[in-house]
């Protein structure tokens, strides 16, 4: 398998080369999501399938869909001119600087297991099997909190772009297709498909690869592709229910931490409680990171009334 | 056993630089779409040859890729249509007048 790790790396490297120093917008995106596709692919062969799955969801799914929407609305506003291949000698320098220090950190990365024996010592306590999860969700409970808040944080960030302010209209464009159509068919036929794997692997994720992020990415591309086929309205803020869909996640991450603090501190769930308490926070921040994803990948509201 | 499928994976490997090649020539944003759509149907069945070769989780990353690489595809024709919201299928009744058929600058 070496040849196959070294082609691999090596078409990693021609995809990265072509995305960022090929000319053409539209070829930089497509060579994007070829990127995100082999670098999952590395993600499995490393021995993460959970960082693969987060992969292969995101960096080929959802961010293809936004980046290729960005350059059809580029290209309509006649804003698609090539690139130029002149060189910015500051951000090349700065990129550099970082790529060596990523090489230089990679190359002093003392040998051994890492942090896996500690993890799995105090594994039984955690409540869940899959170390990854235990360390998401229970030892570093508050990088993941902070997580889901940035990403509704740059949600809030999109309704400013809302046409003429209408934050609470329906997100994104109104979206229509031939009704018989190959989309409208396609729309009806993925998404129950989507439901069931993205349920699946927030369910698998407490003892196998799979969790909050990567089920609520599968689900969110199921309510796009809905949307995008023009089977159903995207949601507006105006409904309450939508926008407690939103905090609920992280809402009751906050309230199950400070829950913690009647049993010796902030997010320190009690071994006996934790399975409970760690299943019920991937469940509904599964929903909020579904609804938050989907909506910053329809856009702000571009008027066409509320729902 | 083991032998084959690597063998195999290397052969998919290079069906998927070939696909890598036909991105980066075009001609048409179509054909670089739909080149896309190869890496990721390549991409799905690499998984499934190392999920074969004991990689037991490459099997649910092989679903969750065959599921949104499509999506890319969806994106790409709703990117394409006149208003960037509709369906070229129902505003073209000429396949040549799609948008994705044009070449790149």
């Avoid at chain 1, 799995?120 to 997580?147: C, F, H, M, S, Y």
């Avoid at chain 1, 990403?151 to 209209?169: K, V, Y």
Wanted: aromatic share 6%; net charge negative.
């Amino acid at each position: 398998m070496a040849v196959f790790d070294l082609a691999l790396c090596t078409l990693i490297l021609l995809a990265a080369l072509a995305a960022v120093a090929g000319p053409g917008l539209f070829r930089a995106v497509v060579f994007f999501v070829v990127y995100g596709v082999l670098i999952a692919l590395a993600w499995v062969r490393l021995g993460a399938p959970d960082v693969a799955l987060a992969e292969a969801a995101i960096g080929a799914g959802l961010t293809g869909v936004l980046l290729l929407g960005a350059v059809g609305r580029l290209s309509r506003a006649g804003a698609d001119e090539p690139l130029t291949s002149r060189i910015d000698w500051p951000v090349a320098l700065a990129a550099g600087l970082v790529g060596a220090m990523l090489v230089w950190a990679v190359l002093s990365l003392a040998p051994g297991p890492g942090l896996a024996p500690a993890v799995a010592e105090i594994l039984p306590q955690t409540g869940v099997e899959n170390p990854v999860t235990a360390v998401l969700l229970n030892l570093r409970a508050w990088d993941t909190l902070l997580e889901s808040v940035v990403l509704l944080a740059a949600l809030i960030g999109l309704w400013p772009l809302a046409r003429g302010g209408a934050w609470q209209a329906a997100a994104g464009p109104v979206h229509h297709a031939l009704p018989d159509g190959v989309l409208a068919g396609f729309g009806r036929l993925l998404p129950p498909v989507a439901l069931l794997v993205g349920v699946y692997l927030v369910w698998a994720g407490a003892y196998q690869p799979g969790g909050a992020f990567q089920g609520g990415t599968v689900l969110a591309a199921a309510g796009v592709l809905c949307v995008m086929a023009g089977l159903v309205r995207a949601p507006g803020m105006a409904a309450p229910l939508w926008r407690l869909a939103l905090v609920a996640g992280p809402g009751l991450f906050l309230a199950l931490g400070v829950a913690g603090m009647a049993f010796g501190g902030f997010l320190l769930f009690p071994t006996a409680l934790a399975k409970g308490m760690i299943l019920a926070i991937e469940m509904v921040l599964t929903l909020s990171i579904a609804v938050t994803l989907a909506l910053m990948v329809l856009g702000p509201p571009e008027g066409g009334g509320a729902q | 056993m083991s032998t084959w499928l690597a063998v195999l994976a290397v052969g998919l490997l290079g069906s998927l630089a070939a696909a890598l090649w036909r991105v980066w020539h075009g001609p048409g944003q179509a054909d670089r779409m739909m080149a896309a759509q190869l890496v990721g149907t390549a991409g799905v069945g690499l998984l499934l040859i190392l999920w074969a070769m004991g990689e037991r989780a490459a099997l649910d990353v092989a679903l969750v890729l065959a599921l949104l690489a499509a999506l890319a595809a969806v994106g790409f024709v709703k990117a394409s249509s006149v208003d960037g919201a509709g369906d070229p299928e129902e505003e073209a009744p000429d396949p040549s007048m799609i948008k994705g058929r044009r070449h790149d600058p």
